[in-house]
T-cell receptor
Framework: KQEVTQIPAALSVPEGENLVLNCSFTDSAIYNLQWFRQDPGKGLTSLLLIQSSQREQTSGRLNASLDKSSGRSTLYIAASQPGDSATYLC??????????FGQGTRLTINP | DAGVIQSPRHEVTEMGQEVTLRCKPISGHNSLFWYRQTMMRGLELLIYFNNNVPIDDSGMPEDRFSAKMPNASFSTLKIQPSEPRDSAVYFCASFSGRGQADTQYFGPGTRLTVL
């Protein structure tokens, strides 16, 4: 059974810092890996999706990497801003459609 | 496009009552998913449909839960009878299935409280 783990569970940093969120998964037979953002009381928004054949994806200040062989992914956020405060969820897709989520990292950026 | 629409946004009910959650997927999407989010267990897939047909309901916790998709633009998740441990946020998501780079689109969720 696929298990997805995210560390740390919570992170608080001052504005402007670069930071890394970590995700690990137990079964390397994944279709793709996604990073989502969840704001309080809201649904999930997909930030980056890395296909199983890819190593990384970038969008603006965000960069996500994927190492299938070691079962790891990282989300790098550059020059953090207070608006980046949210919960970040890592999810792997198995069987082309089933998402398995980690517990998330609650990120707080302090002005 | 309005995105995935869920109703109600909040539901408070008493133990033993029937609860029905509703979802309208994005037009043209052929897959629909129901998830449950709790502090203890995180986000869990309950059931998903392809072309209105239930494909995998292995995540449905017990017989008190049932889901239907009578047509491509509407789905319901029903809990009967409800129990306090069913209190959670329930999300619906839809997916077009066009390829490996596609993602699921989530609704805003229904926060259910069972007293």
């Amino acid at each position: 059974k696929q298990e997805v783990t995210q560390i740390p569970a919570a992170l608080s940093v001052p504005e402007g810092e670069n930071l890394v969120l970590n995700c690990s998964f137990t079964d390397s037979a994944i279709y793709n890996l996604q990073w989502f953002r969840q704001d309080p009381g809201k649904g999930l928004t997909s930030l980056l999706l890395i296909q199983s054949s890819q190593r990384e994806q970038t969008s603006g200040r965000l960069n996500a990497s994927l190492d299938k062989s070691s079962g790891r992914s990282t989300l790098y956020i550059a020059a953090s801003q207070p608006g980046d405060s949210a919960t970040y969820l890592c999810a792997v897709t198995q069987g082309a459609q089933k998402l398995v989520f980690g517990q998330g990292t609650r990120l707080t950026i302090n002005p | 496009d309005a995105g995935v629409i869920q109703s109600p946004r909040h539901e408070v009910t008493e133990m033993g009552q029937e609860v029905t959650l509703r979802c309208k997927p994005i037009s043209g999407h052929n897959s629909l998913f129901w998830y449950r989010q709790t502090m203890m267990r995180g986000l869990e897939l309950l059931i998903y449909f392809n072309n209105n047909v239930p494909i995998d309901d292995s995540g449905m916790p017990e017989d008190r839960f049932s889901a239907k998709m009578p047509n491509a633009s509407f789905s319901t998740l029903k809990i009967q009878p409800s129990e306090p441990r069913d209190s959670a946020v329930y999300f619906c998501a839809s997916f077009s299935g066009r390829g490996q780079a596609d993602t699921q689109y989530f609704g805003p969720g229904t926060r259910l409280t069972v007293l």
